[in-house]
């Protein structure tokens, strides 16, 4: 599968935006998530879903701000951004992984495909 992340931008806090990762090659399998990474800082978990059954899982320093969402018919998964913070800004990686089990949702090495990025810059 190859998964392709878009919808990054520049915008000021406070600001919304949505990402947007799109699977080709077959449907999404077991957990989709996002993860973000900022420089000189590990790759962290941002939020998952359920592929199946929509349950959805956030990091807490997003919760109530940010929501996952999937369109099966597109074979896609979304990210809205609400109340953007500078502390936000990152690149964001969206994930599959398919054979994850919940209790290791949160850790990038359960995750077996990665797309390419897209950058979000979130100004004060």
């Known amino acids: 599968v190859q998964l392709q992340a878009y919808g990054g931008g520049l915008v000021q806090a406070g600001d919304s935006l949505s990402l947007s990762c799109a699977a080709s090659g077959r449907p999404f399998g077991r957990y989709v998530g996002w993860f973000r990474q900022s420089p000189g800082k590990e790759r962290e978990f941002v939020a998952a879903?359920?592929?199946?059954?929509?349950?959805?899982y956030y990091r807490d320093s997003v919760k109530g701000r940010f929501a996952i969402s999937r369109d099966k018919a597109k074979n896609t998964v979304y990210l809205r951004m609400n109340s953007l913070k500078p502390e936000d800004t990152a690149i964001y990686y969206c994930a599959e992984a398919p054979r994850a089990i919940l209790s290791a949702i949160r850790e990038p090495s359960s995750y077996d495909y990665w797309g390419q990025g897209t950058q979000v810059t979130v100004s004060s």
């Open positions: 879903i359920l592929w199946s059954g929509g349950n959805t």
